[in-house]
């Protein structure tokens, strides 16, 4: 089983509409959860961290974390022709091991 | 706002020769980052670095492979001798002390070719 799954899409969405990103883990003990995005031949870009059960939002971009299900999510709401990338997934254990763990990204079209 | 900031941008090189790649961390930040990422392929952790030593590194980070932190600000990853398959993008990240949740901040990534 892979540590961190998305699915890999592509997922297009029309502009203006919510697009909806997935990721499962497999480590019941991971704590801490990111989402970033990746433009084609660009570093990731840390959008959302969360670390508690619920809802978290930012602007337009909210994360949803379940750790009974090891579910995360990320909403973007009024989606841009902009926000056309990559979506990553990573994850953090718990304990004093700093690493990321990443799944292999989600790719979002938003066509105007 | 503050940034991690790498040189070079893209680097070429013969395999068997030595590599070494830059970066310079956010400077109030005390925890430092290698990862890779094939083309196509998950980003990928090699070595964390923290207090002038290594505090983890991954399979890959193996004898070819070394960080240093030469002086205040720079941080260094070097590759020995190069073998086709490091071929990659090289990216650092820094995070700061003490944040337990320790979100991590990228550089803009060298992109290492070995032919």
């Known amino acids: 089983q892979k540590e961190v799954e998305q699915n890999s899409g592509p997922l297009s969405v029309p502009e203006g509409a919510i697009a909806s990103l997935n990721c499962t883990y497999s480590d019941r003990v991971s704590q801490s959860f990111f989402w970033y995005r990746q433009y084609s031949g660009k570093s990731p870009e840390l959008i959302m961290s969360?670390?508690s059960n619920g809802d978290k939002e930012d602007g337009r971009f909210t994360a949803q974390l379940n750790k009974a299900s090891q579910y995360v999510s990320l909403l973007i709401r009024d989606s841009q022709p902009s926000d056309s990338a990559t979506y990553l997934c990573a994850v953090k254990r718990a304990g004093n091991n700093r690493k990321l763990i990443w799944g292999l990204g989600t790719s979002l079209a938003v066509n105007p | 706002e503050p940034e991690v900031t790498q040189t070079p941008s893209h680097q070429v090189t013969q395999m068997g020769q030595e590599v070494i790649l830059r970066c310079v961390p956010i400077?109030?930040?005390?925890?430092f980052y290698w990862y890779r990422q094939i083309l196509g392929q998950k980003v990928e952790f090699l070595v964390s670095?923290?207090?002038?030593?290594?505090?983890?590194k991954s399979e890959i980070f193996d004898d070819q492979f070394s960080v240093e932190r030469p002086d205040g600000s720079n941080f260094t990853l070097k590759i020995r001798s190069t073998k086709l398959e490091d071929s990659a993008m090289y990216f650092c990240?820094?995070?700061?002390?003490?944040?337990?949740?320790?979100?991590?901040?990228f550089g803009p990534g060298t992109r290492l070719t070995v032919l």
């Open positions: 969360i670390y």
């Open positions: 400077s109030n930040h005390l925890y």
């Open positions: 670095f923290y207090n002038n030593e290594i505090s983890e």
């Open positions: 990240a820094s995070s700061e002390w003490g944040e337990e949740h320790n979100e991590q901040f």
